[in-house]
């Protein structure tokens, strides 16, 4: 089954309406692997969607959240980045043009349950970014 379709499934069976406004951003967060802003959103569907504002996306990325589809990703004073929940992975980050790029190695979920055996916390997530400078800035670099 598709992402967006088990998306819209979960949104139906907690309550919330599909409005063509939440499909469009959903499936915009889906095929985007740029981990977008609320304002790129906005940028990129206001064309389809002329009275939707960035109030309404924040609103929208709000309610993903909390039923758990989206992730909102928080670096420094920049603003959150908002990335679709799909399987637990980590980011890089660069640190020169701010592009985040997943990475997936399972052998890390290891780490939630040695932190509850050893200090005897109900562990609920954990989140570990790797920061450095992505291939195109590495490129730039005058030596």
Request: aromatic residues 10%.
């Amino acid at each position: 089954m598709n992402q967006l379709k088990e998306a819209l499934d979960t949104l139906k069976d907690t309550g919330v309406r599909i409005t063509p406004q939440r499909h469009a951003i959903l499936e915009f967060l889906i095929s985007s692997m740029s981990h977008p802003t609320a304002d790129e959103i906005y940028k990129a569907l206001e064309g389809k969607f002329p009275n939707m504002s960035v109030a309404t996306v924040y609103n929208n990325l709000r309610v993903f959240r909390e039923v758990g589809l989206v992730k909102e990703l928080t670096y420094g004073d920049s603003s959150s980045r908002f990335d679709f929940v799909t399987t637990q992975h980590y980011h890089v980050i660069c640190e020169k043009c701010g592009k985040i790029v997943d990475f997936h190695y399972p052998g890390l979920d290891e780490v939630e349950h040695l932190a509850a055996h050893v200090t005897g916390f109900k562990v609920s997530t954990h989140r570990m970014e790797i920061y450095g400078t992505c291939p195109e800035c590495s490129g730039k670099e005058v030596h």
